[in-house]
């Protein structure tokens, strides 16, 4: 099963390189990787993508626990939550291309960066399976010459988020 797992993380020199080191050496590979700042300078949110069962995530989870650096996990699977990713295409039009990116953009509202015929560049943000469906769609109009992907992102739905989360259920480690 596909697990999103988002995790509040010491802002400290090594400490990613520790959490992701757990993974790697208990076999598991992980999908995607988001890390960016909080509204709090000393912590940063990460957020990865895994596949493995429940109770397999969950042992994996309790490991990640016990690391020093690591202030609060979320399963976001687990509940309801927003997962959305961000996706730049740079494609190489053919004769009569254009419209088709124009139409194909339209359709995804997705916002075109650059029209030039040989670097034509499109940006979109949705849910992973609409991100998937366009660069498909993208790829039987042009020629693919780049893509960038953000790796998930995720929210949980409702009034708790992980960082208020942190503050009545804090990891013990």
């Known amino acids: 099963m596909r697990h999103v797992i988002s995790v509040l993380l010491q802002n400290e020199v090594g400490a990613l390189t520790r959490m992701t080191g757990l993974f790697s050496t208990r076999g598991y590979n992980i999908d995607s990787l988001n890390v960016a ?3 709090d300078s000393t912590v940063s949110r990460v957020t990865l993508v895994i596949r493995g069962s429940d ?9 990640l626990a016990k690391l020093v650096d690591v202030v609060n ?6 509940g309801d939550h927003f997962e959305r990713e961000l996706a730049i295409l740079k494609l190489k039009l053919a004769t009569g291309g254009h419209a088709r990116v124009l139409a194909l953009a339209k359709k ?10 040989n670097s034509c560049t499109v940006q979109l943000t949705g849910r992973l399976a609409e991100i998937d469906a366009f660069v498909e769609e993208a790829g039987q109009i042009g020629k693919i010459a780049a893509v960038a992907r953000s790796g998930s992102v995720t929210v949980s739905k ?16």
């Open 158 to 173: 409702g009034e708790v988020t992980l960082s208020s989360y942190v503050r009545h259920h804090r990891l013990t480690g």
């Open 55 to 63: 109770s397999a995530i969950a042992q994996l989870n309790t490991q």
């Open 108 to 117: 995804y509202d997705a916002e075109i960066l650059d029209d030039a015929q």
């Open 37 to 39: 700042p909080t509204d």
């Open 73 to 78: 996990i979320h399963d976001m699977t687990l």
